[in-house]
């Protein structure tokens, strides 16, 4: 698989994983029914995209970019879904996050 693939479906399974999150909060602790299975069926395809990215990119730079931008896809559900504004301090962290999964994938090596 080329990395132009495996880039696409790293995509892929930040929108799960966003979703899932996003589910997991309506579920309320799981104690609704729809929304749990939800977060479950979205978390296992998650995971089994987040495996064949790692097929082709190593798994330390495809999770910290899977992490850095789901991360930030989360908290734009959470603002707006849920209604949830960052202060200051937290768009300073999520600009560092920003930079890192860009570091990460631009200058990073890892074989």
Known sequence: MSNISAYIILIIAVILGTASNG???????FTLLVPSILTAITIVGC???LSIVMKTIPVGITYASFAGLCIIATTMVGIYKFNQMPD????AGLILIIAGVLIVNLLGKAN
Do not use: E, H, N, S
């Open 47 to 49: 995971m089994f995209t």
């Open 88 to 91: 200051i301090y937290t768009i």
């Open 23 to 29: 589910f997991a909060k309506g579920a309320q602790g």
